[in-house]
């Protein structure tokens, strides 16, 4: 168990800074969106980018048209866009992905260019404009992906070039981190909603 000490408001480093969220409108950007918004983190803007207004509509209503937040119509494979969102953000949490494991399977271009080229402009993006701390969320299919999973193929060299791009950025503050995300109940894509579906027919 971790001491008192280390459990605490100072500690959370995007205290009162201005946050950025890729992928703000999927199940985990929707989440980190309600979570950061709280008071006792008062943060005082919250950037988000995505790709559907109908997404982003939805999402102003979930959270109460917040005045701190900003989003973006965007992809993150136009790098210049990025650069335009991210102007003046400290802290910044990249979630923006093709996750589902049989859409990557049948769209490997769209797996690669978003996952992949996406994820690289994020990271070049946030040194051009200094933001301090990038937190790239990957998935435990990227532990060691097996022959035909090219989600995870693409989550593992997005992990690597993350680690790498320290390297690119030492003569910068901005630092980068991976965290991998598993499964999540009810997430987008997971089986769950389907059975909730399915309850009323009677067959699983």
């Known amino acids: 168990m971790l001491p008192d000490n280390l459990v605490s408001m100072q500690n959370i480093f995007w205290r009162g800074a201005s946050v950025a969220i890729t992928g703000i409108t999927g199940s985990l950007g929707t989440a980190l ?6 008071p ?11 790709r559907k207004w109908q997404d982003q509509d939805r999402l102003r209503h979930e959270l109460d048209n917040d005045s701190r937040l900003r989003l973006f119509i965007g992809d993150i494979r ?6 335009l969102a991210f102007d ?8 923006a992905a ?8 049948y769209n490997p271009v769209e797996a690669l260019t978003i996952n992949g080229i996406g994820t ?4 070049q993006a946030s040194r051009d404009t200094g933001i301090k701390r990038v937190i790239v969320i990957s998935s435990d299919k990227g532990v060691a992906p097996a ?17 790498s791009y320290n390297n690119y950025s030492a003569s910068r503050k901005t630092r980068y ?7 999540v109940a009810s997430s987008s894509g997971s089986v769950i909603p389907v059975f909730f579906c399915q309850k009323d027919s009677g067959k699983l």
């Open 120 to 123: 690289v402009n994020v990271l």
């Open 147 to 163: 022959s035909g999973n090219l989600y995870g193929a693409t989550k593992a060299v997005c992990e690597s070039i993350t680690v």
């Open 177 to 183: 981190a991976v965290c991998r995300y598993g499964n």
């Open 88 to 95: 003046g953000v400290e802290y910044l949490f990249h979630a």
């Open 33 to 38: 969106s309600k979570e950061l918004l709280k």
């Open 98 to 105: 093709l996750k589902d494991v049989k859409s990557c399977w």
């Open 40 to 50: 006792e983190y008062n943060i005082s803007r919250l950037v988000g980018i995505s």
């Open 78 to 83: 136009d790098i210049d866009r990025l650069r």
